[in-house]
T-cell receptor, first 113, second 110 residues
Framework: EAQVTQNPRYLITVTGKKLTVTCSQN?????MSWYRQDPGLGLRQIYY???????DKGDVPEGYKVSRKEKRNFPLILESPSPNQTSLYFC????????????FGPGTRLTVT | AQRVTQPEKLLSVFKGAPVELKCNYS??????LFWYVQYSRQRLQLLLR??SRESIKGFTADLNKGETSFHLKKPFAQEEDSAMYYC????????????FGQGTELSVKP
């Protein structure tokens, strides 16, 4: 089944403890992106990747890192999480950029205390 | 700066009534506009794109460059249309950057 998967789905952590949220797609998509969703603010793009080894900042990249070593995986890294990064995170992929439909993952709910 | 504004947080209509979800944008270049929808307990999904000029589930949206708007319309709302709707903006020369509006929750009452 074609899909975008994220792990973990729920995570509670403490300030400063490094964490990684994984994102994987099995559709051979070139484009992948991370978003955060907050009440009243909608979705905001964190980082995106047009292809392997090509990443670029979205609207709110501060406090986050990404890497794209393989086509299928696009992990989101929080080196030193802070409470203001408590949010619902979505990963998405598309065949080749935004001209094609984005397929979204199920979301990861992160709480930083 | 690029911006997408959805002025209504919540829009409540009765079944069979017309629906218009507003979206205004600010962008100086050539925009590409999208509507995304998130039904309860489902993943966010693309509803329609302005360049494809299609009608999906009875919804249409026309890009008005003069008014910088991309309102989503449906002549007769159905209960299954109840969902969260997001307008989003990209540009042809900015690769994969995507700006979303704050979202509008549509509630269709029986």
């Amino acid at each position: 089944e074609a899909q975008v998967t994220q792990n973990p789905r729920y995570l509670i952590t403490v300030t400063g403890k490094k964490l990684t949220v994984t994102c994987s797609q099995n559709m051979n998509h070139e484009y992948m992106s991370w978003y955060r969703q907050d009440p009243g603010l909608g979705l905001r793009q964190i980082y995106y990747s047009m292809n392997v080894e090509v990443t670029d900042k979205g609207d709110v990249p501060e406090g986050y890192k990404v890497s794209r070593k393989e086509k299928r995986n696009f992990p989101l890294i929080l080196e030193s999480p802070s409470p203001n990064q408590t949010s619902l995170y979505f990963c998405a992929s598309s065949l080749r950029g935004l001209a094609y439909e984005q397929y979204f993952g199920p979301g990861t709910r992160l709480t930083v205390t | 700066a690029q911006r997408v504004t959805q002025p209504e947080k919540l829009l409540s209509v009765f079944k069979g009534a017309p629906v218009e979800l507003k979206c205004n944008y600010s962008y100086s270049g050539s925009p590409e506009l999208f509507w995304y929808v998130q039904y309860s307990r489902q993943r966010l999904q693309l509803l329609l794109r302005h360049i494809s000029r299609e009608s999906i589930k009875g919804f249409t949206a026309d890009l008005n460059k003069g008014e910088t708007s991309f309102h989503l319309k449906k002549p007769f709302a159905q209960e299954e249309d109840s969902a969260m709707y997001y307008c989003a903006l990209s540009s042809y020369n900015q690769g994969g950057k995507l700006i979303f509006g704050q979202g509008t929750e549509l509630s269709v009452k029986p």
